[in-house]
Nanobody, 115 residues
Framework: QVQFVESGGGLVQPGGSLRLSCATS????????MGWYRQAPGKQRELVAT???????NYADSVKGRFTISRDNNKYTVYLQMNSLKAEDTAVYYC?????????WGQGTQVTVSS
């Protein structure tokens, strides 16, 4: 059974930082590209960052230079370090396989950027 368990969200002031984690099970993690997605209220879910099996990364223009995605193949976990957070980063953040997401989604973790 595929499972994604996201954690690490919270309320942070503009300019602050958060580190999200996503523990996975039921997938061939070491051979899967992974991604972080987010969905803001009233908007469609969007892909914000991906990391390939070889560690290559790619970012949406809106987060480039502020977010860093990484993975630990020994822990089947993917991370998202978010710095210089802005109000427009407020969303529920999810992880899934990169590129083409699997149909199963976790509960996500809420990130709220507000003063």
């Amino acid at each position: 059974q595929v499972q994604f368990v996201e954690s690490g969200g919270g309320l942070v002031q503009p300019g602050g930082s958060l580190r999200l984690s996503c523990a996975t099970s039921g997938i061939f993690f070491s051979t899967s590209d992974m991604g972080w997605y987010r969905q803001a209220p009233g908007k469609q879910r969007e892909l914000v960052a991906t990391v390939t099996t070889t560690g290559n990364t790619n970012y949406a223009d809106s987060v480039k230079g502020r977010f860093t995605i990484s993975r630990d193949n020994n822990k089947y976990t993917v991370y998202l370090q978010m710095n210089s957070l802005k109000a427009e980063d407020t969303a529920v953040y999810y992880c899934n396989t990169g590129g083409t997401a699997l149909p199963s989604w976790g509960q996500g973790t809420q990130v709220t950027v507000s003063s």
